[in-house]
Structures are given as C-alpha cells and as structure tokens.
C-alpha cells in the first residue's frame, strides 16, 4: 500500500455518482479509477494495484456480489466497500459473509463514505503487517499492569500496538477473568486518544430495561423517576474510548441502536428528539461464542460484522502457564504495596502446586489465590499449605458421571433442567440463567423454543 496515496478502485454504473466519488476521492489525497460496471472493473484490476475497492451491489451485467467473489479469487486480502440501498441491506450482510470488508447504505454522505475507506484501510493494514507476526514476535513487547512472557500472550501484546494507533473497532474474545478490560485500557492508552476519557461499562452488571438509557442518556421526563436530563457512556467517552464488556448479553433493542451509533456516530437520548454527534472508538470484550449467538438469533448479523473489524482471543491461563511465575510475583509485589510490608516469597512446592492447576477462572483466580495465601499465611514464606484451590469435590464413593435418564432424549432433559432451574429460582430468569451458566438472552431463546411465554421476572 502506498504510504502517501491509497489508490482506490470505484466500481458503479450512475455516471454522475461515479464522477462524485471521483472528485471526493481526489480532495481527500486518494488516487482513484473507476469503471461503469464489473467487467471493466476486473480488467482495469488485472492491470493495476489498487489497495480497496468501492462497488455497487446492483450493477449491470456481472452483479455486485459475483464481482465481490471474483475479487476475492484473485486476491482474498483486498478490502470491498459494498454500496447498497437500504432496503437490500440483507444482501449486504450476505457479502460482508463471502468476503466484503464493510457496507454503507444509499443515499449517504461523500464524508461518512471517507470515514469507512479510511477505517478499512487501517484494518487492512493491519492485517498485511499480521502476516509477519510470528517474525515480529522476536521483539519483546511490555506494558504496565500486563504480564506476557509467554508468545500466546505476546502475541496479544504485538496486536495492541498495531491496533492501538488506528480507530478501528476491536472486539475482545476469551473466557472470564483473563484481563480483557486490563487490554481494552493497553488499546486506550497507546492510541491518540489517549488523553481522552476511558469509560467502561458492563452490559450484565445493568438490568436490561435500564441499559439504553446508561448508554445514551435520557431526558428530564423520559421515564418516572428521570427528574433530570443525563448524559449516557457514549456522551462521556466523546474524543475517547468506551469499553463496553459482555456485549453478547446486550438486548435487541439496544443493539440496534449500537448499530446507529457504530455506522453514523450519532443517537438521541432516550425520550430526547436533538441528535448528538460522538467521536467515540469502542472496543468491546465477550466470553461468548457470537457466532453461535447467531444462530440461536440473539445477536444481530450486521452488529457482529461492525464490530469485529479486528478481533484480538486472550488465551486462557491454562494455555500459558509460562506466565504463572511472573504472574505470582507481581501479584506478591501488589500486595506488599498495599500494605506496606517487604514482598513475600513463595517456595517451589507451592509454586508447583500452581503450575499443576487449570484454573478455571484464570488470571482473576490466580490473583484472588494469591491474596488470600498473603493475608493468612503466618511468615514471610508462602508454602504449599498456605495455597488453598478451589478444587470441586468429588462424587461420593466415586460414583460415575450421571447418565441420560431412560425415556428421554437429550432436548427432553435439557428442557428439564431448565424448567427446574426456573423452579428453584421462583420463576426469575436472570437468576435462573446464572444457575445455568446462560446469558439472559440464550435462556429467554431457550424457553421461547420451549413454548414458556417470557413472563417478567419474579422477585426472589
């Protein structure tokens, strides 16, 4: 990609747009050729270098996405920006699946238009300088508050500083307690809004109904008990970053409006009519499989294109335990601060009783392990005796693994298992999907399917 000039190939059939983007493009520092449909296009491609291609879905001749999958035979790495009207925004989701980067929706502006190519171009080349990671591994990364000795971890670490100068969104994936939000606040502090505001929010910590009005604010009046006008997390975190954690969990109706906010950077507050225009980067963090969320129709295609623009997987601690003994010192070296006393030291019987665990709740764990040995351990040693795992108790008796109950299928008995898991929380699904370890949304899909109409909550 050229350093100074991106060249940009525009593929649309409507003479006068075309000319539009053309001068647009120019303005703005790009170099641009265009085509009136797809096969001029993939000639002028055969010819040419072009680091993104703009192209309508509707074109005469070839179509937009037989283009879009010709492209990506011939170089699978070149991002596509789809332009489409709104009603065919299912058949853009369709592309951005075989392969688009992004789609904007007609009619829009030439600005948001720029503020896409801009965005994409980063994101790719980001993904050109990924290629050499394992290369780029060799050098060591270190940031405050991260330890990553580890190369699964400092992979994580080479990822940061490439996405930390650009304003690409980032989705966060991993399981609980392995530091997602200790990364989102890495991403903040190395990028140029650094001396902009950090503003987290989780989306499971807020009951559902309320979650709307903490993102964007309500209106004196918008509901009874708002006396006064407040701003929401995205108003906060203007010329900033918001860090929003569980997104998975986040409601329908809620995550349309994300949508907006991420596509047009702008929303009104709840109850309010004035739109507010925001310059906020997110980065957001999930323990969920959203794919999966997908499928089971809790999350929203187009949402999940937007926002995993670049995905960063935090290995369990399982998966580096290189990493425990660094670990367990710094969290010795926290401790010893907080209370004033010299650092204790651990011996190698307790340290291997670490390395041998799995640490279901990973780097959390540890570190709430490691505080209790500090607090009750008698001398300035810590042994073995004084690390106390949360192991699960074993079956009396070594009983085997409960089996499938005669009569019954697998649905049967998982549909069982919820019906009493409502039964034992008194009906309320919130703590109902906590006791089985399910989203909010997953259960209310779950007992959708199961025919049990979602009823509110009942108060335990």
């Known amino acids: 990609m050229s350093a100074e000039k991106p060249s940009i190939l525009v593929v649309e059939d409507e003479a006068k747009l075309r000319r539009l983007l053309e001068l647009q493009l120019a303005e703005e520092g790009f170099l641009s050729q265009s085509a009136p449909d797809a096969e001029t296009g993939l000639q002028l491609l055969n010819n040419a270098k072009f680091d993104l291609i703009v192209s309508d879905f509707k074109l005469p001749g070839m179509s937009g996405l037989d283009f879009l999958q010709t492209v990506k035979r011939m170089n699978a790495g070149l991002p ?24 904007v929706l007609k009619p829009f502006s030439l600005a948001e238009l720029v503020l896409v190519i801009r965005k994409e171009l980063d994101a790719h080349r980001l993904r050109v300088e990924n290629r050499d990671l394992r290369e780029a591994l060799k050098q060591r990364y270190e940031y405050a508050n991260i330890v990553a000795n580890s190369d699964k971890m400092q992979a994580v670490l080479a990822m940061i500083e490439r996405v930390a100068p650009t304003n690409s969104t980032v989705l966060l994936g991993g399981e609980s307690g392995v530091g997602k939000d200790l990364i989102a606040r890495a991403i903040h502090e190395h ?5 902009g505001p950090f503003v987290k929010i989780n989306s499971t910590a807020i009951p559902e109904n309320l979650l709307e009005s903490e993102l964007f604010g309500y209106e004196k009046g918008a509901f009874s008990g708002a006396a006064s006008s407040k701003p929401g997390k995205f ?20 995550q349309v409006k994300l949508l907006r906010v991420l596509q047009e950077r702008e929303f009104e507050r709840l109850g309010g009519t004035k739109t507010l225009k925001v310059d906020v980067r997110l980065v ?23 926002l995993n623009v670049v995905a960063i997987d935090i290995p369990p601690l399982r998966d580096h335990k290189e990493d425990i003994p660094a670990l367990v010192n710094f969290f010795l070296a926290k401790f010893a601060r907080g209370s004033g006393q010299p650092p204790k030291t651990i011996t190698p019987a307790a340290m291997n009783l670490l390395m041998g665990f799995h640490w279901p709740g990973n780097v959390r764990e540890l570190e709430n392990i490691i505080e209790r040995a500090v607090t009750l351990s008698a001398g300035p040693t810590i042994d073995a005796a004084d690390i106390h795992l949360d192991v699960p108790a074993a079956r009396p008796g070594g009983a085997a693994p409960p089996s499938l109950p005669p009569g019954l299928t697998l649905d049967q008995w998982e549909d069982e298992i919820i019906r009493e898991a409502l039964r034992q929380a008194n009906g309320n699904k919130s703590a109902a999907a906590r006791a089985l370890g399910l989203s909010r949304n997953a259960l209310r899909y779950r007992l959708d399917n199961m025919g049990v109409p979602d009823a509110p909550d009942k108060q335990t």
């Open 80 to 103: 596509v920006i789809i332009m489409t009207a709104y009603g065919t925004v299912e058949s853009a989701v369709e592309a951005m699946k075989v392969g688009a980067s992004d789609y």
């Open 191 to 195: 990028s140029n809004r650094a001396s």
């Open 235 to 254: 108003e906060l975190a203007d010329k900033g970053t918001l860090f929003l954690d569980e997104i998975g969990d986040v409601p329908p109706a809620t």
């Open 284 to 306: 957001a963090a999930t323990n969920r499989d959203l794919r999966a969320a997908l499928e089971e129709g809790t999350f929203r295609e187009d949402l999940y294109y937007r």
